[in-house]
Structures are given as C-alpha cells and as structure tokens.
C-alpha cells in the first residue's frame, strides 16, 4: 500500500511539474508577445508620419507634404494608429492591389484616384510598405491577405491653407475624415464590373494577380474570387441604398451596421415570412408563395441564411429561368421588409478624448466604463466589413458565446467566429486615450484675436456651457460628460436618433433571448429593435475566441482583453446627464432619443457641424434657420458645397462655395439644419414667431473663444 501511495505521489508531482513548466512556458510567451508588440509599435518612426504632397488633386488642389500638430502621439504611434488591422475584410488583398478603374487602365488606389474620395495617400513605410492611403490595411485572416478599413480611415482629417500661392496642409489625428466612402464603393462595384465584362481588362487583371505570387496560382481561382466578391460588394451597395446622397465627410454608420446584422442573424423561415408581407401601392403582393419557393430553392435549413443573399438577391432580379426579375422599385420594397433603409448620416465625430468620455456616439448609445469600448468596437468593425463566419451547431458543452448570448436554452446555438480582432481593438483603445485636441495652430492660420475672445468666453460660459464643458487638454485625470437633450428640446434633424431606436428586424436566432437593459431584462422577439439583435451579436464576437491564433493562446488572449477592459478602464458606470427621456419597462430605449453635447475642445478642426454635417461653419451655426417667410441675409445657408479642404480662418470651417463639390441640400429629413437656436437675442420671424439668437457681434466673438477651445 505504501508502494502504491509513493508511485501515485511521484507521479502526481511529475504531473505538476510538467503542468508548472507548461503554464509557464505559455505565460512566458504571452509576456514576450506583449514586449514585442510593444516594441513593434514603436518601429515605424518615418518622420513625415508617411504624408505626401499632393498635385492637381480633388477640385484642383494641391499641397506640400503635410505636418502634424502636437496631439500627444509621436510619428510611431500615428503610424501603429493607420495601419494596425481590426479584422476588415472589404476584398481579397491581390485583388484590390491590381484592380484598376472602370473606365480606364490606371489602377483604382492611384493616389489621384484615392484622394477623389477623401482618402489621404500615403507614402510606403515600414508598416505600410505597399504605400496604402491612411486607415486601409492589409488583414489575414484564415490564410487569406484581404483590404479593409481600420479607425483612422474615417478619423483622420486634413485642412489646408493657401498662403502667397502655397498650399499648406495639416494632418489632424482623431479629426472627422472628409471621406465619401459611398462613392468609393459604387466605384469600386462598378470596376469590378468593368473587370467582370471587358475581356482584355479581364486578362490583364488575372495574369497581374497571379504575378503577385501571393494567394492565387490559376485563372479558375482569381476568377471565382473576383465574381464572389464583386457580388458581395454590390449586396452591399444595394442592401445599403439611400434616397438621402450622403456626399463628403459623413455616413449612415449604425444603418450599415444595422445592416449587416440582419443579414447574418436572418434564417429562412424569418427570410419567408418576411418576403411573403411586401406589398405594393394598391396591395399587390410583389412575391407570389410560388416566386419564393423558387428564390429561397436549395437554400439550407439552417438557422442562418446569411452566406445565401448574394444568391437571393440575384435570384430576384433575375427573370430567367421562373424567377421574379424584379424591377429596382420592388428590389427595393423586398429589402425594406428586411433591412431598414439607411438615410440618417451623421459627421464622423472626432475621437479624442473617446477614452475619458463617460457615453459615446451621437446619441449616447455607448456606455464606456467596463467592457463598453470593446462592444463599441466590435460593433463598428461588423459595419465595415468584418468577416463574420455565423455558423450553427447543435450545442455541447459550455460555451462563452453561448452564454453571454442567452442561447444557453437552444437545441441549435449560433457560433460567431469572425475575423474581427478584438486583441487590437483594445490596442487601439488604449491608444487613444493618449491623444490630445489640436491647438489651433496661430502661427499657420493667423493670430486668435484675444479681446474678442474674452468677450465670447463670458457668452460661452452663459449659453453653452452647461452642455459643452470646457476641459483641460492636458490634465491626464480629464473626463469628459456627455450632456444628452432630448430630440424635442434640441429641434436639430432628428432621424438619426429616431432610427437607432425605431429600427426593427428579423432576429433570427436571437428570438425569445433575455437581455439585459438599464431598467430591466427583455425579451427579444422575433421582430426587434435591431439595437438589441446588435448588442447581443457583438457579445457573442467578444466571447468567441480568435480562429487565428492556437487554443490556449486564444483563450488567454480573451480573457486578459476581458480583464483588462475592466480593470484598466477609469470610467466609471453612471446614469446619463441631462434633459433627456427617461428609459421606462415599456420604453427601454426613450434615453436615445436625444444628442449628445460634449466638450468642444478642437472643435475648429471638425467642420462641417451639427450631427448630420449640415451646416458647413461655426459662424453660420450662430445664425437661426430660414423658415418660409423671414427675410433679412442673416441665415444659415440651405445649400452649401462639400468636398474642398481649403480652410475658412474666418468663419471657421471648410470652404463652402466656388468649385465643384457636392451639394448639401438641407431640405430633407435627414439632411436638415435646423434647431440648436440658443442666445441672447430673440429672432422675430415673419409670422410673429420668435427664435433666440445672437447678434453679429456676439457670433464674431464666440467664434474667435471656439477657436481658443
């Protein structure tokens, strides 16, 4: 017995031993992968940050290789900040690198034809060695190089001034990009097409992606990829179809992700039903029972159907062969049963101080203490083209995902594998809360007029500071308040918070799921807010394991990012300020009908301003709305142009008039410029309506305080 009870000993401490020497092999790893992420961030140093000069560009602009202002990043961590992946698959990588335009043989990422977009070139450097525009970076995920968008291509901005005939430009960090990424992506569909149909482009395409020696070897497979992917951008660009032309500087983000959430949570049954209730005017059913039996054909049972739309679309606007070969109005009234149509664009908003900000996003969805950044995160990776390899299985066993989805309770569970890289999103996040506001820069666009700036720091303080706090830059310890006002108390364009709420659509396996909100659990129901399919789809990104990386490493990565997000993140979980609606058990969403008001340091760098980016300068957002019947020549423009990054040091913004850009037009819901009024001065209105308002002196001397900020 004794014999026996030494052997088990020495065994189980042979056992420990290996186990010991295991785990800490692993720990050691993860430690030498952190110092040398660590370390790799700080290799690209290239001192012009990668920026080059620009000739003839967009509208005829040209300008020297731009400089920076101190934000508190060094040229590495800008660097690191626009070309660190997020796990954005927009095309296969060898693709996108030889595709040219449509109606020509130069290449669709010339910088001429990037910066038409918005797009900032960029130079090749360490991390950028192909010379890619700012924020759009090779991804490999499952063996595969793809092209996708990272955080800097929607929150890097430039503004340029022209002194004695030399254009200077400024790179902003954090600002709102200028980008149409809506044009970019109907050209891209469209020379894509071009490849698709014009035989010689199609052979020179093949043979310059083979040559690359990268991820394809014969025709047959550069052929496949290239009508896959044409067909998944152009589901995108049809799903994503708005009457509202967002034009420069602003996009329907929460409608696209929106979006793309549906697509990969919808099964077939929901698709079905959902396809059997479209109607036209008069009540004609646009589906017959038989046209979606023949659409839906061979489409698996399985619980998601998402892999399959490129197939339904086609099959619906195809009249061959029995299908319904719908014309683009009722293409457009079947996706409408589907998915929500995205017609509320708002500005990019700028991104400094996002780490110390209690409640993010335009209409304070996001709370930011503990894990909320990555949510936040991932949610917005979804929107730009993640890839997300939803799958169902029976369930076994425990599951994170599973369980932080509510799914717990389900014969067939959805496993949210995806090439979302949650690790670098933390990375990110961490990043920014190192950057800073831009100082307007006196010595480039001209001295601040300091007593006019006094006077409009005693208005700033008396009618805006109660919603936009004044902070301190540098204070390392700064938070920063959203101050949330109720859609009807603001009166600005109110379809961007009304949609973040009011969207609904098909939750597929998501139904009958309990989920939390801050005045108790729901049930989500077959029809739901897409704000609740979102939130629990991005709970199951964040407890899905990366695919990429072995099990144990893995695992341990998702649990130091989990841990991490609590422990390091400051922000700490409170209510919402302001005057807002109240979320009730029947309303649990009434709080995001309302925008957010935040400190406005910086903010003479992020025109154009209100949410939606209809109103194009700080002075003419000092100025009240036209309405029918006021006269005078004091009102804020309803038509202006977008696109120039020629800076007004006046008023304040970008150049709104005299070249051809794109036209704002303030006169759709959506598009509108109205409310914000606040001020001193009541504005008597035709009608006998009064409106308050500054007089033209007060607006010069706010003006002159917000460049100050």
Excluded at 398 to 411: A, G, I, P, R
Excluded at 412 to 437: C, P
Excluded at 673 to 680: E, K, M, S
């Amino acid at each position: 017995m004794a014999t026996l009870l030494t052997f088990i000993y020495s065994t189980f401490r042979k056992l420990f031993k290996h186990i010991r020497l295991f785990v800490g092999l692993v720990i050691g790893l993860m430690v030498i992968a952190i110092i040398t992420g660590k370390t790799y961030q700080n290799w690209d140093d290239d001192p012009q940050r990668g920026a080059i000069a620009i000739n003839n560009g967009a509208f005829g602009e040209s300008y020297q290789t731009p400089t920076y202002l101190d934000q508190g990043w060094t040229e590495a961590q800008s660097l690191w900040f626009y070309n660190t992946t997020q796990g954005s698959d927009l095309m296969p990588y060898d693709l996108f690198m030889v595709l040219e335009q449509a109606d020509s043989a130069t290449l669709f990422r010339d910088n001429q034809h990037i910066d038409k977009y918005r797009y900032l070139p960029q130079q090749p450097t360490f991390l950028n060695p192909d010379g890619l525009p700012v924020g759009i970076v090779k991804d490999t995920y499952q063996g595969k190089d793809y092209i996708g968008y990272t955080c800097a291509a929607c929150h890097t901005s430039q503004v340029n001034i022209t002194k004695n005939g030399v254009t200077h430009a400024i790179r902003i960090d954090g600002g709102p990009s200028m980008a149409d990424m809506v044009g970019f992506l109907t050209a891209l569909e469209k020379s894509m097409q071009a490849t698709i149909t014009d035989d010689v482009k199609k052979r020179r395409f093949v043979e310059n992606v083979i040559a690359r020696k990268n991820n394809y070897k014969n025709v047959a497979a550069v052929e496949e990829d290239l009508m896959q992917w044409f067909n998944t951008i152009k589901l995108y660009n049809t799903v994503n179809h708005s009457h509202i032309d967002y034009g420069y500087a602003r996009l329907d983000a929460f409608g696209r992700i929106y979006n793309r959430v549906l697509q990969h949570m919808i099964n077939k049954p929901q698709l079905a039903q959902a396809m059997s209730m479209v109607t036209a005017p008069g009540g004609r059913r646009v589906l017959t029972s038989k046209q979606i039996d023949l659409v839906l054909h061979n489409i698996s049972e399985n619980i998601i159907v998402d892999k399959h739309f490129g197939l339904i679309l086609k099959r619906l606007s195809s009249p061959n062969d029995g299908y319904p070969g719908l014309n683009k109005r009722d293409l457009l009234r079947v996706r409408n049963a589907i998915f929500n149509e995205p017609n509320a664009p708002v500005s990019y908003p700028f991104i400094w101080d996002v780490g110390q900000s209690d409640y993010t996003q335009w209409n304070g969805l996001a709370n930011n203490s503990g894990v909320g950044p990555l949510g936040r995160n991932t949610g917005e990776v979804i929107g730009v083209f993640g890839q997300l390899d939803w799958t169902s299985h029976k369930k076994s066993g425990f599951d994170l995902s599973t369980t932080l989805t509510d799914q717990e309770n389900k014969n067939e569970v959805v496993n949210f594998k995806s090439s979302i890289d949650v690790t670098n999103l933390h990375r990110l996040e961490a990043q920014l809360k190192l950057l800073q506001s831009p100082v307007w820069p006196q010595q480039t666009l001209g001295d601040i007029d300091q007593g006019k700036a006094k006077n409009g720091e005693l208005l700033y303080a008396k009618h805006c500071q109660s919603c936009h706090e004044v902070v301190d830059r540098n204070n390392a310890d700064r938070m920063i308040i959203a101050n949330m006002t109720d859609i009807n108390v603001i009166q600005t364009d109110k379809k961007a918070a009304m949609n973040g709420v009011m969207a609904i659509g098909k939750s597929g396996n998501f139904k009958h799921t309990v989920q939390s909100t801050d005045v108790g659990d729901v049930v989500i129901r077959e029809n739901a807010p897409v704000v609740q399919i979102l939130t629990s789809a991005t709970k199951g990104v964040i407890g899905t394991p990366d695919p990429d990386k072995f099990f144990i490493r893995r695992w341990l990565d998702r649990l130091y990012v989990l841990a991490s997000s609590f422990f390091e993140n400051k922000i700490p979980n409170t209510i919402k300020s302001g005057n807002y609606r109240v979320d009730t058990t029947a309303n649990p969403y009434n709080s995001l009908l309302a925008y957010k008001g935040r400190a406005l340091n910086g903010i003479w760098a992020t025109a154009p301003y209100l949410h939606n980016g209809s109103v194009p300068t700080l002075y003419d957002l000092f100025l009240p709305k036209k309405r029918k019947g006021d006269v005078g020549d004091k009102f804020r423009p309803d038509t202006f142009m977008v696109g120039s990054r020629e800076f007004d040091t006046t008023k304040v913004g970008f150049m709104a008039e005299g070249y051809n850009g794109f036209k704002f037009k303030t006169f759709r819901e959506g598009d509108t410029n109205v409310g914000h009024n606040y001020g001193p001065v009541m504005f008597e209105h035709a009608d006998g309506s009064t409106t308050p308002t500054f007089d033209d002196t007060q607006r010069w001397e706010l003006v002159e305080y917000m460049k100050t900020l």
